[in-house]
């Protein structure tokens, strides 16, 4: 059999983002002969900025087309990625972007880096709702250390956002509040509430060749400089440390023999041509939504619901967050569009015994206006439209934009058996079943956005704005989770603690595709730890293996 592999490797990784990148690199300190393989183009910062700034549209994906051979969802066009029900209500509609792309979906993230709280793993003994992750926050720590010194961490010693340090410096000073942090976290300072700075995988000063932020204000969708830490950077050292890498391969099948062993996988060129490669070892690195659709697309004799689906569990347990946003006219100028796009958040509501009945919430005051990047754009056009022209047209932008406000609130959402994720009976357009996403947004979430709501209209209050309005709650573009997950029951989990498959004991399946909970921390830092983690365990697993 692995004479038809045309390639071979001990470890062979599917994905070059986040969690594949920080696999490689640990593997090869190790000096394990590693493969990735990457649905996505390898494409420079350049080309990139080049295709941004052409995009009239600004949202996320806006620098990243995707590519027929290995396509992601687009901006504007995640109705048609991903498969809902007809009469889906509109605060369920899903909405999660990701990149197909080496490096992966970090490209566009916002850049925070959280580890999660102790509590965000004990949520069931704690506060009796979800379930208690198999291993505690003790047990990640010398594994998030040596992630948070790869990303490059500017973070507040003084405010450690609940997840206890002992002490550990981050490894650049905070990146600091912007004006307009400093006029909210007055109007919250007359209710009592607090605000602190986010820890950021940006640059405060120069780390590792990257440069210092400069406060270009479009880390989502994309860094222009390169201060905004990614999963390419880490990608690419794994390939310098002598990681082989092929791009523009996207694996469409994993195939198991009768035992359980993964024997190989089967991968697809953008021309349609198909070879298989072998290994030792796999590690499913292909992100949250890429990886139960590879899985449950990988339906054979020894796999009849699909590889490590013994459990029913795959794609179940969808995790992600929903987000409600409050804008308002403030009377002076709070200058947004400088800094990065969220710099501080509120303190308060982010864990508690109230997460027992109600979700925690992340309160992020925007440095991006109303709508992120297309603010000034839109506004020019409806004021041309109302024949405002000549000097009065910059006049006018600036005076308004200057004095946009938006609150940003997201909150958790709890594991649910009926949250998930299948395959569709349409295809994309790598001929592979397109997501079928069902979903329903919880009271438990609803209710934490109500108290995220109070407090943000009473901070507009505070500051006497004016147009204040907010959205119904809606699903996060950014965070997703659940479908791999983890834990010591066979029966409703896909992974166990070090992330091999229950089903298959050479098979990792690694990312938030294997989280619990999606508490309001961002995930990344934690999919980093894990990654790293798994390369301890891997490394005995190869000495075991003839
Ligand atoms: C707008 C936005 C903002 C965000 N902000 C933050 C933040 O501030 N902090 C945070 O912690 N997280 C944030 N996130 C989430 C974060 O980006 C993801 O959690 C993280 O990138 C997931 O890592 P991953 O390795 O699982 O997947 P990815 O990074 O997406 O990597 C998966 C890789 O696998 C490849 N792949 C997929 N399918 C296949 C296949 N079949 N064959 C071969 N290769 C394949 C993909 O091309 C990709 O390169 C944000 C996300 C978005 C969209
Ligand atoms: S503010 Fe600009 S320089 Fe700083 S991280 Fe964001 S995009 Fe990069």
Known sequence: MAKENKMNA????????????????????????????????????????????????????????????????????????????????????????????????????????????????????????????????????????????????????????????????????????????????????????????????????????????????????ICPIGAKYDASVDAQKAEDEGARVEVNTLVTFIESDKDGKITRVKVQKPDGSTFWVGGKVFALCGHAIENPRLLLNSKQEFARKGIANSSDSVGRYLLTQANQDTTGLTPDPVFPYRGPQQTSGLVERR????????????????????????DAINMAHDLIDKGVVGQDLPRQINEQVSRHLRLNSSAEVLPDY?????????????????????????????????????INLEVFKNMGATEVKNNDPYLSNAIIGGTTRMGTDVKTSVVNSDLVAHDHDNLYIIGSSSHITMPVNAPSLTIAALAIRAADHMEKKLAETP
């Open 351 to 374: 864990d508690g015994d109230f997460r027992s009945k109600v979700a925690a919430i992340g309160t992020s005051f925007m440095n991006n206006g109303w709508s992120g990047n297309s």
């Open 10 to 221: 001990d470890v062979v990784i599917i994905g070059a983002g986040m969690a594949g990148a920080h696999l490689a690199r640990s593997l090869r300190e190790k000096g394990v002969d590693v493969l990735m393989l990457e649905a996505g183009d390898k494409r420079s910062r350049g080309d990139f900025l080049k295709i941004f700034y052409e995009n009239p549209v600004k949202g996320p994906q806006a620098p990243y087309p995707s590519i027929p051979s290995a396509p992601h969802p687009e901006d504007n066009g995640y109705a048609d990625f991903y498969v809902q029900d007809k009469d889906t209500l509109k605060e369920n509609l899903f909405i999660g972007a990701y990149l197909r792309i080496f490096g992966g979906t970090s490209w566009h993230w916002t850049g925070f880096a959280d580890r999660l709280r102790p509590e965000d793993f004990r949520m069931k003994s704690l506060y009796d709702v979800a379930e208690d992750w198999p291993i505690d926050y003790d047990t990640l720590v010398p594994h998030y250390l040596v992630a948070e010194k790869r990303w490059g961490v500017a973070g507040d010693p003084n405010h450690v956002w609940g997840a206890p340090r002992d002490g550990a410096p981050y490894e650049m000073p905070p990146i600091p509040a912007t004006y307009l942090d400093k006029q909210v976290t007055k109007a919250l300072e007359k209710m009592g509430l607090h605000s602190a700075i986010f820890s950021h995988a940006r640059n405060s000063e120069i780390y590792d060749n990257r440069p210092v932020c400069c406060g270009n204000n479009t880390c989502v969708p």
């Open 418 to 454: 009926n949250n998930r994720l299948e395959l569709s009976d349409q295809m994309d357009t790598a001929g592979i079943p397109k997501p079928k996403i069902t979903f329903k947004m919880d009271e438990y979430t609803k209710q934490g956005l109500k108290v995220g709501l109070d």
